[in-house]
């Protein structure tokens, strides 16, 4: 099931996606914390004729550090977080302040937390799961290189592009990440190359801290990165779920 947030004639709301068509829930202003319970209503809309948001409001944006190949495993786990304020949705422009330096977009698989969760088991902790959708941890390449918390590098006001969805019915062990620039395809790679998988990751994460509904866990670039300018196009695909869409863009008003 494909689970959105958009704007529509009526206002912004949850719905369930099927085809071209977007139908409200039973409660669209409330995020489903149970994929196996979520509700469609009778209003229904042409999904070109609504604009999709980013899937979720999340309170908290982790990422996971040094989790892109087999080889971190050798590195304890770390992770980072992303300012709410960094996520964007389909088709909004990521914002490139004029001397910030190298700029890459990494593709990777997102998670979206359902319910409150705190010390998770690896035998339960994808019970904690809503599903998963699309994500570019778009990062400043230069400025990750003086900054150890990575704060100034991947905090930036639209840094997280998050979307088309939320897909519940995925398996995250061995999804495929794609990512083009101006239409142009790096190598595509698989989660499956991920040196923590998904239940690992929560276990990690939730030992240390709560994630709540809405929450979004960054898993990690499992493929190449590509550095990205003002004016170009950026898809990022996760088979199974679908394609994230953005353009970046010159920031102005600020300082050089």
Same mark, same amino acid.
């Given at each position: 099931?494909?689970?959105?947030?958009?704007?529509?004639?009526?206002?912004?709301?949850?719905?369930?996606?099927?085809?071209?068509?977007?139908?409200?829930?039973?409660?669209? +202003?409330?995020? #489903?914390?149970?994929?196996?319970? &979520?509700?469609?209503?009778?209003?229904?809309? %042409?999904?070109? $004729? &609504?604009?999709?948001?980013?899937?979720?409001?999340?309170?908290?944006? &982790?990422?996971?550090? +040094?989790?892109?190949?087999?080889? $971190?495993?050798?590195?304890? #786990?770390?992770?980072?977080?992303?300012?709410? %304020?960094?996520?964007?949705?389909?088709?909004?422009?990521?914002?490139?302040?004029?001397?910030?330096?190298?700029?890459?977009v990494e593709g990777e698989?997102?998670v979206v937390i359902g319910?409150?969760?705190? +010390?998770?088991?690896?035998?339960?902790?994808?019970?904690?799961?809503? *599903?998963? /959708?699309?994500?570019?941890?778009?990062?400043?390449?230069?400025?990750?290189?003086?900054?150890?918390?990575? /704060?100034?590098?991947?905090?930036?006001? *639209?840094?997280?592009?998050?979307?088309?969805?939320?897909?519940?019915?995925?398996?995250?062990?061995?999804?495929?990440?794609?990512?083009?620039?101006?239409?142009? #395809?790096?190598?595509?790679?698989?989660?499956?190359?991920?040196?923590?998988?998904?239940?690992?990751?929560?276990?990690?994460?939730?030992?240390?801290?709560?994630?709540?509904?809405?929450?979004? &866990?960054?898993?990690?670039?499992?493929?190449?990165?590509?550095?990205?300018?003002?004016?170009?196009?950026?898809?990022? /695909?996760?088979?199974?779920?679908?394609?994230?869409?953005?353009?970046?863009?010159?920031?102005?008003?600020?300082?050089?």
């Amino acid at each position: 099931m494909r689970i959105a947030r958009a704007a529509h004639a009526g206002g912004i709301g949850y719905g369930v996606v099927e085809g071209e068509r977007l139908t409200l829930l039973d409660d669209p +202003h409330t995020l #489903p914390t149970d994929r196996h319970a &979520v509700n469609p209503g009778r209003t229904s809309f %042409r999904l070109r $004729d &609504v604009r999709l948001l980013a899937p979720v409001e999340p309170r908290t944006i &982790v990422g996971m550090a +040094h989790n892109t190949g087999p080889a $971190d495993r050798n590195l304890p #786990p770390q992770a980072f977080l992303k300012p709410a %304020r960094s996520a964007i949705g389909p088709h909004e422009a990521i914002p490139l302040a004029a001397a910030i330096g190298r700029v890459d977009v990494e593709g990777e698989l997102a998670v979206v937390i359902g319910r409150p969760a705190r +010390h998770l088991r690896p035998v339960d902790a994808l019970d904690a799961v809503l *599903g998963y /959708t699309v994500a570019n941890d778009v990062t400043a390449r230069d400025l990750q290189q003086v900054d150890p918390l990575w /704060t100034t590098a991947k905090g930036y006001d *639209g840094f997280t592009p998050l979307g088309p969805w939320i897909e519940t019915d995925l398996d995250p062990s061995d999804a495929v990440v794609r990512i083009h620039v101006n239409g142009s #395809p790096l190598a595509p790679a698989s989660t499956a190359r991920l040196a923590r998988d998904v239940t690992e990751i929560l276990v990690y994460l939730t030992s240390f801290m709560t994630l709540g509904p809405g929450d979004v &866990v960054l898993t990690g670039a499992p493929g190449q990165y590509a550095a990205i300018h003002p004016g170009d196009q950026v898809t990022v /695909t996760v088979d199974g779920i679908g394609s994230l869409h953005n353009s970046a863009t010159q920031l102005t008003g600020a300082p050089a």
